[in-house]
């Protein structure tokens, strides 16, 4: 015997007929109650597990050049224009300090471009180590210049004579070195380019000992 109930199933059908189950729960979307359990199961795992560390941020992880100038950028970007101009001159005047301290005591490091390497080096000490005429012009000079001055004809024309016997041992004596330093260099450093270190040992050849710049490293008399 069966019940007829609009929207259910007959009485007897079912493991429960005491209970009739209605249609629309029968009929009802799969897809949405699969995409519900999900979606529950997903929030709850995600609130209550933590997160693996080797798993991916959502975002790709900078490399380590681009981190340090972000932070060199940051760092930039926070010091006022003061600050830099305050800075910089620091720096401008320890790498003076460093290069003065270096004209006189000889370290290679921090010299000027026109004095550094080995070449300048040999050369300088090569004309330190020899009496050059022309380091001597300053002191003659002062002494012809003196001569020239008093009202004496005689005395002129000594200062005169002076003048053309300094000049003409100057010239002498720079042909020689030249010719004696380039030898020298030839044989030091057959496989180096030596262009520009003869006049560069001229130039501090016409300097007095005491004044040359880098300070002498050799004595008079001492091969370099």
Do not use: C
């Not at 005591?105 to 080096?121: F, H, I, M, S």
């Not at 330190?128 to 012009?137: I, L, M, P, Q, T």
């Not at 002062?142 to 000049?167: P, T």
């Amino acid at each position: 015997m069966t019940t007829g109930v609009a929207g259910s199933f007959p009485a007897g059908l079912g493991s429960n007929p005491g209970h009739p189950v209605p249609l629309g729960f029968v009929f009802r979307s799969r897809a949405k109650d699969e995409k519900a359990a999900v979606a529950d199961k997903a929030s709850l795992t995600d609130s209550k597990q933590p997160r693996d560390p080797q798993a991916k941020k959502g975002r790709p992880t900078p490399k380590r050049s681009e981190a340090q100038s972000q932070r060199r950028s940051v760092a930039n970007t926070s010091m006022t224009r003061k600050d830099a101009s305050k800075r910089q001159r620091e720096e401008r005047r320890a790498a003076l300090d460093r290069q003065r301290q270096a004209l006189a005591g000889g370290d290679e490091r921090y010299l000027p471009a026109r004095d550094k390497g080995p070449v300048r080096k040999f050369a300088r000490d090569w004309i330190d180590s020899r009496y050059n005429v022309a380091e001597f012009f300053l002191p003659m000079a002062v002494i012809i210049l003196v001569l020239s001055v008093v009202r004496v004809g005689a005395l002129q024309s000594i200062a005169l004579l002076l003048w053309l016997v300094v000049i003409v041992l100057i010239v002498l004596d720079a042909i020689v070195s030249t010719f004696r330093l380039r030898k020298a260099l030839a044989e030091r450093f057959p496989d180096q380019n030596t262009k520009g270190a003869t006049r560069y040992a001229l130039m501090r050849s016409l300097q007095m000992r005491r004044l040359r710049l880098p300070k002498p490293q050799v004595k008079r008399g001492e091969r370099p």
